[in-house]
């Protein structure tokens, strides 16, 4: 029991972010949550100080992969060391069920838009959106929304869209791979409770469509609502988006696979460390058990460590820049990213000189990849 309690509780969870709050909002209340805990005792005690950082941040905190406000689900987040982890569950695949109201379509492709054109949707039935959504299946083209956070000359398309600014070129469209596409129930008019975006009065008078979706890295479900519509013949948007799994981790409890590890919840971080320190000690000992604090070597790395470098190298996916694939080698990355000086603020200078008037760039978690 002493050497349990000596262990330095730190890795990868995950946990159910409510709808209507940013990502960010989870780890400040994880935050509070663990600073007063028995569990995290010890990581307090033993990690570097963070003089750099304001009171609040107790812990190195961070996610692996950030959710609009508008959805809800698995928010996969690392505490300690863990925060080094996360970077390959950016690039994992993730499963989605998601609303799509028929009739409208909007700025921002969802209901917190502004609808941006209206069109028939009296011929709209269950069959033709089943049949539209082989379409959508396999290796398909998605373009981006413009409110997004893709960054073209290293500002992000949404903060072009907001100060009235055309986009210096159009959003390339990426190839993305669809593992599932399946509809999940369907609503006629009058079946649903999904009011016409911007306002507050009754729900539409215009069919809906619950459909669930398994994705790869990238994929925007808003950029799906929006051309599944169109694909029928009409417009539509997204009115709901929740993130059931991504990676190992599920947002169901008990787990609907042995493989699958659930998520804390608002409701467990509430209730106290009795509940939730049950549910996340034995994933976090699993994880430091797995991940072992290594010991360097005096000419560097022992060749143990090189293999299994390597071999995560070979396993990780591969992840995109812009719209292609991230080159292999640095010096190809670094000229892949716009060369030796390649950094937002000196192409801003450069820019600022030349009198193009590209606005500041500034940081919105609001559109960050879904």
């Keep these: 029991m002493e050497e349990q309690n000596c262990i330095v509780l730190q890795g990868v969870f995950a946990i159910a972010k409510p709808p ?16 007063p805990s028995d569990t995290f005792t010890s990581l307090l005690q ?12 107790v812990f190195r905190l ?3 992969g950030t959710l609009d406000p508008l959805a809800s689900g698995v928010l996969i987040c690392g505490i300690g060391r ?5 970077a390959q569950y950016l690039a994992c695949t993730k499963t989605y069920e998601t609303v799509v109201v028929f ?10 838009g502004v609808i941006t054109e209206r069109k028939g949707y009296e011929h709209v039935t269950r069959e033709l959106a089943e049949e539209k959504f082989e379409g959508f299946r396999g290796t398909i083209q998605q373009a981006p929304p413009v409110y997004s956070a893709l960054k073209i000359n290293g500002v992000k398309a949404c903060e072009y869209v907001r100060q009235g600014k055309e986009l210096p070129r159009e959003l390339e469209s990426r190839e993305m791979i669809v593992e599932d596409c399946t509809l999940l129930e369907w609503y006629e008019a009058g079946e649903h409770e999904f009011a016409w975006p911007g306002d507050e009065g009754p729900p539409a008078p215009a069919p809906a469509a619950k459909i669930r979706l398994t994705v790869c890295s990238g994929f925007y479900v808003r950029s799906f609502a929006h051309d599944l519509g169109i694909a029928c013949g009409t417009r539509s948007h997204m009115a709901s988006l929740i993130r059931t799994r991504q990676a190992d981790f599920t947002i169901n409890d008990p787990p609907e696979s042995s493989d699958l590890t659930p998520a804390l919840t608002y409701a ?5 460390e009795d509940t939730w320190g049950a549910k996340l000690r034995p994933q976090l000992e699993k994880w430091v058990a797995a991940n072992p604090l290594g ?19 070979g396993e990780r996916p591969r992840q995109r820049f812009r719209g292609e694939w991230v080159k292999d080698t640095k010096k ?19 820019d600022e000189a030349a009198g193009d008037g590209i606005p500041t760039p500034v940081r919105d978690h609001r559109f960050e990849h879904e």
């Design 20 to 35: 209507h709050i940013p990502s960010s909002a989870v780890l400040q209340k994880l935050q509070e949550t663990f600073a």
């Design 46 to 57: 033993t990690q570097p100080k963070r003089t750099s950082k304001s009171s609040d941040q």
């Design 62 to 64: 961070g996610h692996g």
């Design 82 to 86: 863990g925060t080094k982890h996360l």
């Design 103 to 112: 009739g409208a379509s909007t700025d921002t492709y969802d209901c917190t």
């Design 268 to 272: 467990d971080l509430d209730a106290g």
């Design 295 to 313: 010991q360097r070597h005096v000419n560097g790395r022992d060749e143990s460590v090189k293999r299994k470098i390597e071999t995560e190298r």
């Design 332 to 350: 190809e990355r670094i000229l892949q990213q716009g060369g030796k000086f390649k950094g937002k603020w000196d192409r801003k200078k450069k």
